[in-house]
């Protein structure tokens, strides 16, 4: 069910949340991100840091890059990576949207439970 559209902008449809969230869910892509947020990297240079196989590292990049959280670039023989951070900060505007809005529903839920018109059910008095 989908509570309320949670694209921040026009440009991000369904397809592309989804495909940044999918990416994301991964541990090695996340940690791909990150280092390449800090700085490019070539691929060969993140595949000797993991424990797989470079063609591994290249599915996990295509992956980012099918997302639009990173971008690569040919330079001679090397295929460079660097991160987005401006998709990277459009998942963060879809994740401060989903904040606010159970943000608003505790709030919702304090103002009825804090509300004293609402009858409560006394507990059964056990005489004994």
Known sequence: MVVRDLTPTPELTDDEVDRIFRA????TRRD??????????????????????FAAVQKHVAVLEHAGLVSKETRGRERIVRGNPEQ????????????????????????????????TQQPPQHTG
């Open 32 to 53: 791909i991100v990150r280092r390449t947020l800090i700085g490019e990297a070539s691929v060969s240079g993140l595949a000797a840091d993991y424990k797989m196989s």
């Open 24 to 27: 994301l869910a991964d541990a």
């Open 88 to 119: 990277i900060a459009r998942a963060r505007g879809l994740l401060a949207q989903l904040e606010e809005l159970w943000r608003s529903r505790f709030d919702q839920l304090d103002a009825v439970l804090g509300d004293d018109s609402v009858p």
